[in-house]
């Protein structure tokens, strides 16, 4: 399986980039991951609606008939790291090609993209830059995998 | 009143430093703001609960007996950014001189650090890597510091 973070806007800070690179490479050491980001739309004016309405056209694009989705939102469900590595387990064996991982605009996604995502996971309940939501998820499927693997990063 | 982040080990990664770094800046627009790290303890064994007790040591020679102190710590209380304003504010209400927010080492920390915390916040229910955690408290401190000020940052 192929895991995917498809998220709207570009990571633009170097910092944040060489972080989440970082991470990209180690995750690649447990399964085929990469990151598929949807260029910001400039609107003309700021409506919320509308936003939401033009990325998901976008984010429609980039996700296939048969793809598992996930999106990440802070009002999804609240899974500590071992929870979060169960959920990841159960993905993984549904033995389909990819399975993405989805990080919506600032105003979140529209409801149509609701009926694309099969399950709706929480980081943290609090909003965080979503640049920085990135190199979040990153560390956490990086976590996920070495637990899977019993492996010693992650402390109890 | 002062903040200040009070953790357990550097942060040596150069990129998370530049991110932290930038964070601290625009903090110091609303709030004067600090980081103390304490720097890793060697062990000659791998024993949880020494660890901790030598990291409370070290603790506690930095805190000073009127500082108001909030651990933050993944079993803590889940909030979203509007209610980790709404809790700053009331402890900036408290017109202490410092307010620290306390970040324990690898195993958490050690019992004794409880009777000296009034408060435990959780930035998320997730572990994440302890240098990486610096990073999220600065943002959402920043985020709550614009909430408080009605800024345009944060959208719901």
Chains 1, 2 share one sequence.
């Not at 739309?41 to 694009?61: C, D, F, G, L, T």
């Not at 919506?104 to 979503?130: C, P, Q, R, W």
């Amino acid at each position: 399986m192929e895991v995917v973070l498809l998220s709207v806007n570009k990571t633009r800070d170097p910092a944040l980039k060489t972080l989440i690179i970082d991470y990209v490479g180690r995750i690649n050491h447990y399964v085929k991951f990469s990151m598929v980001e949807i260029p910001k739309i400039n609107y003309s004016n700021n409506n919320k609606e509308e936003q939401k309405n033009k990325e998901a056209i976008e984010i429609k694009k980039k996700i296939k008939k048969n793809d598992i989705c996930i999106l990440l939102d802070e009002n999804g469900k609240s899974l500590n790291s071992i929870q979060f590595s169960e959920h990841l387990n159960r993905y993984y064996c549904y033995n389909k090609k990819r399975l993405i991982f989805l990080i919506g605009g600032a105003f979140g996604v529209s409801k149509e993209i609701y009926s694309i995502i099969i399950d709706e996971i929480s980081l943290s309940k609090m909003t965080f830059n979503h640049q920085m939501i990135k190199l979040f998820f990153c560390e956490q499927l990086y976590r996920a995998n070495t637990i899977l693997k019993n492996e010693k990063y992650h402390n109890e």
